[in-house]
Nanobody, 114 residues
Framework: QVHLVESGGGLVQPGGSLRLSCAASGIIFGIHAMAWYRQAPGKQRELVAVISSGGSTNYADPVKGRFTVSRDNAKNTVYLQMDSLKPEDTAVYYC????????WGQGTQVTVSS
């Protein structure tokens, strides 16, 4: 019964910004660590960012300093603010509950291109 719905992706020029959202249902959201992943065509799925139930964060090196993960427990939503976007950020972005690693939403496409 767990559902994850990603949104906010789109087409943006290099250097631009996007904010992704992931709405979760079917879980007690506030007790779970959440993660963002991405998968580019022909590449393995890559962990991008993690936020704990307490709000501590970790980032993959390629996005460090450019992306910010946050959460709003009242809205059962985790966010990924993406700034200074690069073409290599192009991918489908997914959120994931750390304790439920096999449950995925539909993802949201981010395309960075001039």
């Amino acid at each position: 019964q767990v559902h994850l719905v990603e949104s906010g992706g789109g087409l943006v020029q290099p250097g631009g910004s996007l904010r992704l959202s992931c709405a979760a249902s079917g879980i007690i959201f506030g007790i779970h660590a959440m993660a963002w992943y991405r998968q580019a065509p022909g590449k393995q799925r890559e962990l991008v960012a993690v936020i704990s139930s307490g709000g501590s964060t970790n980032y993959a090196d390629p996005v460090k300093g450019r992306f910010t993960v946050s959460r709003d427990n009242a809205k059962n939503t985790v966010y990924l603010q993406m700034d200074s976007l690069k073409p290599e950020d192009t991918a489908v972005y997914y959120c994931n509950v750390r304790l439920l690693p096999d449950i995925w939403g539909q993802g949201t496409q981010v395309t960075v291109s001039s």
